[in-house]
């Protein structure tokens, strides 16, 4: 193992001369299939690691059910105290975590950083919300009595989560689920998994320093058999799952038909729309980072550019001149502004897409190839280096492959519209509703762009760009994008289930609408 990377994983206490257990439900183990994480900036195989066995999977989910009926009787701001726990044990490690994302996912240091913060922020919230998940008493139309609406906790939660957020979008759903009163079973993406070891290593601590079970935090690393036999267990009551949009509409069936509960996060074809009377100083970086940053690999990251027509050939010009300053580097060197692709299979995607848009005519400005060995100096020549691209294609028409479907690779297509009418209807025109973000100093285009006929997306930003959500707003997508909210706004409401209690403190037992039923 290079020093690269040893001195990453020991200082995320990750063994370096050993296989990795990848299952966790209070002790490690995992006599499944080994899994390689493979570094995506060197090709270097970080680490071997355990996943689970079926049977390993089982018990784990058994442990997982009998530790929500543990959890579940902890009063929640008794629980909001252990995701304070957990949240400054993260904090101690953010670096160092933040730097294990980079060198298994490849994405930049600020970047890997910022997805541990984005944990912190969102336990942060959690802990606050422990002690203001409320109820409500509501007036009943009957003398003497009461409507009680009772947030309970809802059982066993199972995060099946990507590869491109591998700490944050779990931290979303452990913060809240466990300040909700469940037990929660991860199932990262078999390709991080050393992210969710050593995030799972801190979270346990944190369980059995306050003689809580492990188990209301496993973990369960495995391919596509373990996450299929997770999404079709009766013992698991939500699932939430970010993915492609593909194996979404899978998980969605399965659960819906033995009528679980399922929040969905899957693909996203964001546009920004830049309007004339925009600042394009703030305009252009941003668009900059929402399509070129994390190697094109957020479900937020912009993929379609719509600039007014009177000033298109600036903005393009500018855009170009930010992309000509981007050279592919080690993400762990704190200059780097472009990391790899996570996978090879995802450089094959990229070249796919970009012959496609090739070969329907579209102009490339910038970009349309991947990295020869002669621009990737030293221990980069193993990574997977694309140019990140811009693209015009032939036509505007939003109903054309090429603006349809969510490639997930740095490219941006861009187009020219005329007025913020017929830019609604472009960035409303795909099957997803991820992101979107208009640019504009006019009042009035905003009131139409956050109105009913604007924007249909679950994220409808004005002057900030599609990518880099805070933990506040309420995260999620609209369409195909699967409807679901995690981590702000009222995301928690999902994690409980709402009991609706009404009582009658009276001497009568009148029904209500004044229905009679007596002889
Ligand atoms: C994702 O790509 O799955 O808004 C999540 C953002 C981040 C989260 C992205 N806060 O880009």
């Not at 920004?272 to 970086?285: N, S, T």
């Not at 909210?485 to 928690?492: K, L, S």
């Amino acid at each position: 193992l290079s020093t690269r990377a040893s001195t990453i994983l020991s200082a995320v206490d990750i063994p370096t001369n050993e296989e990795v257990p990848g299952v966790y439900d209070g002790t490690w183990g995992g006599t499944g299939d080994i899994l390689e994480s493979v570094c995506p900036t060197t090709g270097e195989v970080l680490a071997r690691v355990q996943s689970a066995s079926p049977q390993e999977l089982q018990s784990a989910l058994e442990k997982t059910r009998e530790a929500y009926e543990i959890i579940r009787a902890v009063p929640a701001p008794k629980r909001g105290q252990i995701v304070r726990q957990i949240r400054e044990a993260l904090a101690a490690k953010r670096d160092e975590l933040g730097a294990l994302v980079s060198l298994e996912m490849g994405k930049i240091r600020s970047e890997g950083v910022g997805e541990v913060q984005e944990f912190i922020d969102i336990a942060d919230s959690a802990v606050g919300l422990s002690r203001m998940m409320n109820g409500r008493l509501v007036a009943s139309e009957r003398p003497g009595h009461s409507i009680l609406e009772v947030p309970n906790p809802l059982g066993v939660v199972a995060v099946l989560s990507a590869f491109n957020f591998p700490v944050a979008v779990y931290g979303w759903n452990l913060a809240l689920s466990l300040a909700a009163g469940n037990a929660t079973v991860w199932k990262p993406s078999p390709s991080t998994p050393l992210c969710s070891v050593a995030v799972t290593k801190i979270v346990a601590g944190v369980l059995e320093k306050n003689g809580l079970p492990g188990a209301v935090a496993s973990l369960i690393i495995g391919g596509r058999s373990v996450g299929e036999a997770i999404v079709e267990s009766e013992g698991v009551d939500m699932v939430s799952f970010t993915g492609s949009e593909h194996v979404g509409r899978q998980v969605g069936k399965v659960v819906q038909s033995r009528f679980g509960k399922v929040l969905l996060e899957l693909g996203g074809n964001n546009a920004v729309i830049i309007m004339a009377d925009a600042d394009l100083h703030l305009a252009v970086p941003s668009t900059f980072f929402g399509a070129a940053g994390t190697a094109g690999q957020r479900c937020t990251t912009t993929r379609r550019l719509y600039v007014q027509r009177s000033i298109a050939p600036e903005v393009i010009s500018r855009l170009q001149r930010l992309y000509a300053s981007l050279k592919p580097g080690d993400p762990l060197d704190s200059a780097t502004l472009l990391g790899p692709m996570h996978t090879r299979a995802a450089v094959g995607i990229y070249s796919s897409a970009v012959d496609k848009l090739r070969s329907e005519g579209a102009e490339i400005l910038c970009g349309g190839a991947v990295y020869g060995q002669d621009a990737l100096m030293g221990h980069l020549a193993g990574g997977n280096f694309v140019k990140p691209t811009i693209a015009i294609p032939k036509s505007v028409d939003v109903k054309a492959d090429i603006w349809q479907k969510e490639t997930f690779a740095p490219i941006l297509s861009v187009g020219v519209f005329d007025d913020l009418e017929e830019a609604i209807a472009l960035n409303n025109g795909v099957p997803q509703g991820l992101s979107s973000s208009l640019w504009t100093r006019d009042v009035r285009n905003v009131g139409k762009w956050i109105g009913p006929a604007g924007s249909d997306c679950g994220i409808v930003n004005v002057n900030v760009g599609t990518s880099g959500a805070e933990v506040g707003a309420a995260f999620g997508g609209n369409k195909t994008t699967g409807w679901g909210r995690e981590c702000g706004g009222d995301a928690w409401k999902q994690y409980v289930r709402w009991s609706a209690a009404t009582i009658n403190f009276s001497d009568e037992a009148p029904l209500a609408q004044g229905v009679s039923f007596s002889s």
